[in-house]
C-alpha cells in the first residue's frame, strides 16, 4: 500500500513542458488557410490544419501556454498525383503510338506480299527492286513497333511503382 502511495507522490512531482501537434479536420476548401495536411496517426491526407500546442503539466492537468496553426504548401500528395498523373498521360501516348505503328507495320507487310503475289509483265529487275523496297520499309516499321512497344512497357512500369 505504501508502494502505491510513493508512486502517486513521484509522478505528482513530475514536471514537463510538452509540445505536442494534432490534426484539425476541416470540410470545404473555402475556409481560409485550409490545405491538405497529413495526418501520420492515420497515415492519410485530410483538409485541415496542424496545430502545436505547447503545455506545462504539472502531474495533474495539462495547462496550454502557446499554441500554433499550421498549413502545408505543395504536400507530398499533390507531388505524387501530378506524377501519378503524368505518368499516365505517358502511357496513354505511348499506347497509342505503338497501335499506330503496328497498323503501319501491318500495311507494309500486306504491300509486300501482294507484291510477292502479283508480278505481271513487269520485268524481274523492275519486280525484284520493288520487294527489296517494300522489305526495307517491312523492316523499318518492326523497328518502330518494337521500340513504341519498349516505351509503352517501360511507362507502364512507371505507372505501377
Same mark, same amino acid.
Request: proline share 1%.
Given at each position: 500500500?505504501?508502494?502505491?502511495?510513493?508512486?502517486?507522490?513521484?509522478?505528482? #512531482?513530475?514536471?514537463?513542458? %510538452?509540445? @505536442?501537434?494534432?490534426?484539425?479536420?476541416?470540410?470545404?476548401?473555402?475556409? #481560409?488557410?485550409?490545405?491538405?495536411?497529413?495526418?501520420?496517426?492515420?497515415?492519410?491526407?485530410?483538409?485541415?490544419?496542424? +496545430?502545436?500546442?505547447?503545455?506545462?503539466? @504539472?502531474?495533474?492537468?495539462?495547462?496550454?501556454?502557446?499554441?500554433?496553426?499550421?498549413?502545408?504548401?505543395?504536400?507530398? +500528395? @499533390?507531388?505524387?498525383?501530378?506524377?501519378?498523373?503524368?505518368?499516365?498521360?505517358?502511357?496513354?501516348?505511348?499506347?497509342?503510338?505503338?497501335?499506330?505503328?503496328?497498323?503501319?507495320?501491318?500495311? /507494309?507487310?500486306?504491300?509486300?506480299?501482294?507484291?510477292? #503475289?502479283?508480278?505481271?509483265?513487269?520485268?524481274?529487275?523492275?519486280?525484284?527492286?520493288? +520487294?527489296?523496297? /517494300?522489305?526495307?520499309?517491312? %523492316?523499318?516499321?518492326?523497328?518502330?513497333?518494337?521500340?513504341?512497344?519498349?516505351?509503352?512497357?517501360?511507362?507502364?512500369?512507371?505507372?505501377?511503382?
Amino acid at each position: 500500500m505504501s508502494l502505491v502511495k510513493h508512486n502517486i507522490d513521484l509522478v505528482k #512531482e513530475i514536471r514537463a513542458l %510538452i509540445f @505536442d501537434d494534432a490534426v484539425l479536420d476541416k470540410s470545404g476548401k473555402k475556409s #481560409e488557410g485550409v490545405s491538405k495536411v497529413h495526418d501520420h496517426v492515420t497515415g492519410r491526407f485530410v483538409f485541415g490544419y496542424k +496545430l502545436l500546442v505547447c503545455g506545462y503539466w @504539472d502531474g495533474d492537468s495539462f495547462i496550454p501556454v502557446d499554441f500554433s496553426l499550421h498549413r502545408e504548401r505543395g504536400s507530398d +500528395l @499533390d507531388r505524387s498525383r501530378r506524377r501519378r498523373n503524368r505518368a499516365r498521360r505517358k502511357v496513354k501516348q505511348a499506347i497509342l503510338i505503338y497501335r499506330e505503328t503496328r497498323r503501319q507495320y501491318l500495311e /507494309q507487310r500486306a504491300k509486300l506480299k501482294l507484291l510477292r #503475289e502479283e508480278s505481271g509483265p513487269v520485268s524481274k529487275k523492275t519486280i525484284q527492286m520493288e +520487294l527489296e523496297k /517494300q522489305q526495307r520499309r517491312v %523492316i523499318r516499321s518492326w523497328k518502330k513497333q518494337t521500340k513504341s512497344r519498349e516505351k509503352m512497357k517501360q511507362a507502364q512500369a512507371v505507372l505501377k511503382q
